[in-house]
DNA sequence: TAGTAAAAGGACATTTATGTCTTTTTAAGG
DNA sequence: CCTTAAAAAGACATAAATGTCCTTTTACTA
C-alpha cells in the first residue's frame, strides 16, 4: 500500500483535534473516533504514539482528552509518516534489494528518484498548521468519512 | 510509493528471465528463485500470475520453466505493478478516505497529485525491454542481491 | 475522599501478506 | 509405456498489520 491505515489515522486524529483548537476543551479519544469511524483502541494507540513523540498532548482523568500543543500546527506531514511507516518510508529500494542508493542503484532508482524527492519535500514542508489554513466548509467532513 | 514484496519479486522474476533470453532455454523456478535468494514457492506463484496474466509464458514438463513471449519486452512497470499492488494503487487516497480525486480532494491531494502523477507516467512508460538496455555488467548483480 | 471519566498499558483476536509443503498435471526422454 | 523433471494447484504455517477487550493510572468533581 501507499501509506498505512495508521498513518492515515494519525493524520486524520491529529487534524481533528486540531480543528478543535479553539473551543477550549480537550478531546477524548471516544469523540475521535466516533467521528472519523476509526477504531477506539487503535486509535487510542496511535495518538499516544504522537504524544510520546511530543507532537500533541493529553490529559487522563475526568474531562482528559487530546489538545494540541507548541509543536503541533508546526509538525510536518514527514514527521508524521517516519512516527507510522518508520526511517526508511522514502528510502527503501522499489526492488527490495538490499543496497541501491544514488552510488549503486538499482534499475528503477535513478527513473523515479526525482517524484520521490518531490513527494518527500512536499511532506517535509506541508505542515498540520498548512492544511489548517485550508479550512473550508468541506474540510472536517473530508476527514471524517473513512474507507472501508 | 513502496510496494509490496510481491512486486520485488515478480520484477526481478520477469527481468531474470529476460535477461536469458538468448541462452535458447527455459528458464526453472528453482534457478530464478535460488539466483535471486527468494522463496521457491512463493515466487512460483507470482511468476503463476505473470503466465495468467499474458506477459510472460511457461512450459510443463522436462525442460520445462519460463520465458519471455511476444508481450513481455513491451510490457510496462505499471502493468505489473497493476498485478501485485491492485488497480487502486495510484488512486487510493492518501488520508484513506473514501472520496478523495481533483473534484473532491482531500487535503494532501492537490500538494502530492503533481508528484504521483509523474511516478505513474514513469512506470506507465518504461518497460521490461528499457530496462534491459541498461544492461552493464553489474546489471544482474542488481537484480539478484534482495534484501532481508 | 469517594466516585467517575478519561488516557495509558497490556493481553488477546483477527486479517492480510508472506512463506512452506505436498499433490497433481504435463511434457520430454529413455 | 515408464521415469523424470518441471509448472500448477491447493492446503497449511508464520509473520506483520490491524482491531478488540480488560485492567491500571490519573485527575476532576461532588
Same mark, same amino acid.
Do not use: W
Given at each position: ?15 481533528? !483535534? ?32 504522537? !504524544? ?97
Amino acid at each position: 500500500m501507499v501509506l498505512s491505515k495508521s498513518f492515515g489515522y494519525a493524520l486524520r486524529g491529529i487534524l481533528y !483535534v486540531a480543528l478543535l483548537k479553539d473551543e477550549g476543551r480537550n478531546v477524548s479519544i471516544d469523540e475521535i473516533a466516533s467521528r472519523l469511524s476509526v477504531p477506539r483502541h487503535f486509535l487510542g494507540k496511535i495518538m499516544k504514539a504522537m !504524544v510520546k513523540a511530543g507532537i500533541l498532548s493529553s490529559v487522563r482523568g475526568q474531562q482528559g482528552g487530546f489538545f494540541i500543543n507548541e509543536r503541533t500546527l508546526g509538525t510536518s506531514i514527514g514527521a508524521i509518516i517516519l512516527l507510522t511507516e518508520g526511517k526508511n518510508y522514502f528510502s527503501t529500494c522499489l526492488l527490495s534489494l538490499r543496497q541501491c542508493n544514488a552510488d549503486n542503484p538499482c534499475p528503477m532508482h535513478n527513473r523515479v528518484q526525482e517524484f520521490r524527492n518531490g513527494l518527500q519535500n512536499i511532506y517535509g514542508q506541508t505542515t498540520i498548521g498548512d492544511l489548517l489554513k485550508e479550512d473550508k466548509p468541506g474540510f472536517i467532513n473530508s476527514i471524517t468519512t473513512g474507507v472501508k
